[in-house]
């Protein structure tokens, strides 16, 4: 059976027919997709979890249990899971486990643009790239294959354009999970320094074995046309290079580590120049320069960003193997810049006009009131990782230097990913930081998804909601207080007053995201032209829904006027407006 299916639709699709029994992930664009597709599949299990460390080992359990588990994270939560991950290569598997690393080239909707097939050769473990959907299935099959052969774990590495382009896949059918079960082997699963020196013997060895399997898996194929000029590539780059460079000799590499370096070298010496086509790092590039073998990339190719056909047809040009043409794809698009903004009526924007007012530090953290940090509001000074809103800040308060209020931002989800160690912290070392936690109730910036504090599994069934406020007492914060977020005057009257105490303070918000489950409206808000004086408060709100107007006033300042459509109905700028020109109802000329 035929389908068209996204790459992230395919990987589900493969774990279905490979009889994958349990699949774990914490969301995270570009990965997502992954598990909210397998769990909508009859008889597929799959599960959030509070972060990427807990979902590896969910898998790791699951395999050591005997059943084959996938975990899914986006390439920055394989840092987070790095250390399950690093200490698994040594033990093996029993079932097989797959991890998905869905790297985000050009940072699309990510803080950073690591290359993680580093991850493959640190942890001494096999890594397939795809290079379209149809292979992320069967790579994934053949992923399973390897992990229960070679008694590893395997990383199968995805990109934002593999993750989420469509291409026709051939389908197979499902299979039935099987699970062998729990075989006690302490020598091989308990990993004290008497018996990891013996696993770590085992795993150099076992990387031998790879290489030998990496020079026969047809994955790893040698494609003969002009002999002027060869291509190593893998992943998304080798469509590009088809694209760009129809007639040169292709070496694909589909298992690009380890490397098969004997067919590697039979490859250069059947063509003239020999060129390593790769995204970001020179992964490929260092490897074959190690290994003796003549080769250029990266004095060509970009080390930064996505490539694309256009992006590979300049570098092709300065490498001397196409002539100075111009792209003949389509012309770029002539449109308006779009800035992300919060959206009309989101509760956080509340919080950080009062924290501008207040000229605080704010140490943010990952999601979306990173939109924070953005004009007109700029009132978040640091993204790094999750849950390092609160670390950070700490370390701020404790050092001094500044007179302004030091205060820690982060999301409900976030919180509960990495956020509790940092509270627990800031109470024991005994900071004066102020802690707000914006609780809309989602995992927003990825789309919505439940998590631990929602009261609903991945698999929409009833669980235990998370009680942060408890959680955050329990963890020894006296002054825990509701945030308001519909009156802004009390909720700057609130941060104000938390930011004055001597300990540590925890607000926290209440009000629902606006987009999910469902998007949610009140009646629009209009301005009165006649009454508006220019004065552009209600702009500084950074609300996609207001707009200066072409109508100005004497002195030529430009009123305000409101989007009815995109209107959400929360009042905030009503609230600010000094002169009481803003109100409910839809003018007449658009009712």
């Known amino acids: 059976m035929k389908r068209l299916l996204s790459g992230n639709e395919a990987v589900a699709q493969g774990a279905m027919e490979a009889g994958v029994r349990l699949a774990a992930a914490y969301p995270g664009t570009p990965s997502t997709e992954i598990l909210e597709t397998l769990s909508k599949f009859p008889g597929a299990y799959a599960q959030w979890s509070p972060n990427e460390k807990v979902a590896f080992e969910v898998g790791m359990g699951a395999s050591m249990a005997g059943a084959r588990a996938l975990v899914c994270m986006k390439h920055v939560g394989v840092n987070v899971a790095s250390d399950p991950l690093m200490t698994f290569s040594y033990t093996g598997v029993n079932g097989g486990l797959v991890v998905v690393s869905a790297d985000d080239p050009e940072m699309h909707s990510s803080q950073n643009e690591q290359d993680n097939r ?28 390897v992990s229960e052969a070679f008694d590893t774990p395997v990383l199968l590495r995805l990109t934002t354009r593999i993750s989420h382009s469509k291409t026709i896949v051939e389908c197979g059918e499902w299979v039935r999970p099987k ?59 080798y469509q590009y290079v088809r694209e760009v460079l ?63 056909p256009e992006r590979l047809q300049m570098a092709m040009v300065k490498a001397g193997i196409l002539p100075e043409v111009t792209f003949d794809g389509p012309p770029a698009a002539d449109v308006l810049p779009r800035p992300p903004v919060l959206c009309a009526g989101c509760p956080h924007r509340t919080v950080f006009y009062a924290l501008q007012k207040l000229k605080a530090n704010v140490l943010g953290d990952i999601g979306c009131y990173t939109l924070a940090a953005l004009p007109p509001l700029k009132s978040l000074h640091s993204c790094i990782c999750m849950g390092a809103s609160i670390g950070t800040a700490i370390g701020v308060d404790l050092v001094g230097g500044s007179q302004e209020p030091v205060v820690a931002v982060i999301g409900d989800s976030t919180f509960l990913h990495s956020g509790l160690t940092g509270v627990m912290d800031a109470v024991y ?103 508006c004086n220019g004065c552009a408060v209600c702009l500084k709100i950074g609300c ?39 109100s409910v109802g839809i003018p007449e000329e658009v009712a």
Request: glycine content about 6%.
């Open 179 to 237: 699970v062998k079960g729990f075989k006690k082997d302490i020598a091989k699963y308990v990993m004290m320094p008497l018996y990891a020196i013996r696993r770590h013997h085992f795993v150099e060895e076992r990387l031998e074995r790879l290489r030998e399997y990496a020079e026969t898996t047809p994955s790893n194929r040698i494609e003969i046309r002009s002999k002027s000029v060869g291509i190593i590539t893998a992943s998304i780059s």
């Open 246 to 308: 129809p007639d040169a000799s292709v070496l694909k590499l589909g298992m690009s580590w380890p490397l098969p370096l004997k067919k590697i070298r039979q490859f250069a010496h059947s063509v003239g120049q020999l060129i390593v086509v790769e995204e970001l790092d020179p992964f490929l590039e260092t490897e074959l320069r190690a290994a003796g073998i003549d080769c250029v990339g990266k004095q060509h190719v970009s080390l930064e960003g996505e490539l694309n």
């Open 544 to 582: 996609p829904a207001l707009f200066a107007s072409e109508q100005a006033t004497p002195k030529g300042l430009h009123k305000a006027e409101i989007d009815a459509a995109e209107c959400a109905g929360c009042d905030l700028c009503a609230q600010l407006c000094p002169v009481d020109a803003i």
């Open 429 to 531: 070392n005994r900071s004066n930081l102020t802690i707000i936690i914006l609780d809309n109730r989602a995992t927003a910036m990825t789309g919505g998804q439940n998590h631990p504090g929602t009261g609903l599994t991945l698999m929409g069934e009833p669980t235990h909601q998370a009680d942060i406020p408890a959680i955050v007492r329990a963890l020894g914060v006296e002054h825990v207080v509701e945030l308001d977020t519909v009156n802004y005057e009390r909720a700057l009257a609130t941060i104000t007053e938390a930011v004055n105490r001597p300990a540590p303070s925890v607000l926290i918000t209440s009000e629902p995201c606006r987009l999910f489950p469902e998007k949610r409206r009140g009646e629009p808000y209009r301005i009165d032209l006649e009454i």
């Open 118 to 145: 580093h991850y493959a050769r640190f942890a001494k473990i096999p890594l397939f790239e795809p290079s379209n959907s149809q292979e992320a299935r069967d790579f994934l099959l053949e992923a399973y294959q």
